[in-house]
């Protein structure tokens, strides 16, 4: 089983008194629940309601969850790859259509992944009174999460990260298989915002927190 199952498994068992959204673009978590890998079945979850979209239903699938939403829910988006993948996807169809106007200049257009974060903007709008905590998945290599670290580090504009487009705060998660542990950092777009995160009362950015690493199997 991946280590991203594994964190997704606990993550959900944890928090099992609350309702969660779960839209699964790459069916793998489903598969899990279905063949009864995971230490939980549907039937024992009652409050885990787990969305399979397809590409033709992906933007009113959105509509409807930030409709359903309530103070107390958690959504999960596994993945963002998934979501990029369904959007070009879509993109592709609405293409093939002869019905639909398409614009001469092309360059213009808007790619999958900007669309993605516009979903993913507005859903953050939408809640954000009601302070619902929204987990996205993404299959990203260490490499290329430790290039993004040097670029909040090098960068005072933060401009290559696009996650900072929509979010003031950013948390960053790694999940370290062979000791079933999660770590975790925040990023933070404005870092003359001082947060005090750690038990010491200090308050530092630079410009992300210390990391912190987390059983939650344990919890």
């Given at each position: 089983m991946t280590g991203k199952i594994n964190f997704l498994s606990a993550l959900?068992?944890?928090?099992s008194n609350q309702p969660i959204s779960f839209v699964d673009f790459d069916t793998s978590f489903s598969s899990y629940v279905q063949n009864n890998v995971l230490h939980f079945s549907l039937n024992t979850l009652s409050n885990l309601k787990i969305i399979l979209p397809l590409a033709e239903n992906i933007h009113s699938i959105f509509n409807n969850i930030m409709n359903?939403?309530?103070?107390?829910?958690?959504l999960i988006i596994d993945s963002l790859n998934g979501l990029i993948d369904f959007l070009n996807i879509s993109n592709?169809?609405?293409?093939?259509?002869?019905?639909?106007?398409?614009?001469?200049?092309?360059?213009k257009d808007k790619s999958a992944g900007y669309h993605s974060l516009v979903i993913l903007f507005l859903l953050l709008k939408k809640i954000e009174n009601k302070r619902i905590p929204?987990?996205?998945?993404?299959?990203?290599?260490?490499?290329?999460?430790?290039?993004?670290m040097n670029e909040l580090l090098t960068n005072k504009d933060y401009k290559p990260n696009h996650f900072f487009k929509i979010s003031e705060l950013v948390l960053l998660l790694e999940f370290i298989e062979k000791d079933n542990k999660t770590g975790l950092t925040l990023l933070?777009?404005?870092?003359?915002?001082l947060i005090n995160i750690n038990e010491?009362?200090?308050?530092?950015?630079?410009?992300?927190?210390r990391w912190y690493?987390?059983?939650?199997?344990?919890l």
């Open positions: 959900i068992t944890h928090f359903s939403l309530s103070n107390n829910s958690i592709l169809e609405k293409s093939k259509n002869p019905n639909i106007l398409h614009i001469k200049n092309r360059s929204i987990i996205v998945t993404s299959y990203r290599p260490y490499e290329i999460l430790k290039n993004m933070k777009k404005n870092v003359s915002d010491k009362n200090s308050q530092v950015f630079q410009p992300y927190s690493y987390y059983n939650f199997f344990r």
